[in-house]
């Protein structure tokens, strides 16, 4: 058995993070690895990562999505960043 240091790893993971957020959001479970804090259209959002205890910048420039905690491109939080963004731009509004 193995333990995993690092939960969102991959675009995947961040994408069904994103899932597990928006039910958890409507039921108010709150039993999500990732808290949204702070969300800027077209911006940056800043989230808390439960799995590694720190805070997660995503920086949106030019339409790219980069965590600047992972300095990458395609980890879980950009893709649940990725999906973030989606979810705002159909709803055009923001609910915490
Ligand atoms: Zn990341």
Same mark, same amino acid.
């Given at each position: 058995?193995?333990? $995993?240091?690092? @939960?969102?790893?991959?675009?995947? =993971?961040?994408?069904? @993070?994103?899932?597990?957020?928006?039910?958890? $959001?409507? =039921?108010?479970?709150?039993? =999500?690895?990732? &808290? &949204? $804090?702070? *969300?800027?259209?077209?911006? *940056?959002? +800043?989230?808390?990562?439960?799995?590694?205890? $720190?805070? &997660?910048? +995503?920086?949106?420039?030019?339409?790219?999505?980069?965590?600047?905690?992972?300095?990458?491109?395609?980890?879980?939080?950009?893709?649940?960043? +990725?999906?973030?963004?989606?979810? *705002?731009?159909?709803?055009?509004?923001? &609910?915490?």
């Amino acid at each position: 058995m193995y333990e $995993k240091e690092f @939960e969102l790893d991959t675009l995947d =993971t961040g994408t069904m @993070e994103f899932m597990k957020w928006l039910i958890a $959001k409507d =039921t108010n479970s709150g039993d =999500t690895l990732i &808290v &949204v $804090k702070d *969300y800027l259209d077209n911006k *940056y959002v +800043i989230m808390f990562d439960k799995s590694i205890f $720190k805070d &997660v910048i +995503i920086d949106y420039r030019d339409g790219m999505s980069l965590c600047m905690t992972c300095n990458t491109d395609d980890c879980g939080h950009v893709g649940f960043a +990725i999906c973030l963004k989606q979810n *705002y731009d159909r709803d055009d509004q923001v &609910v915490f």
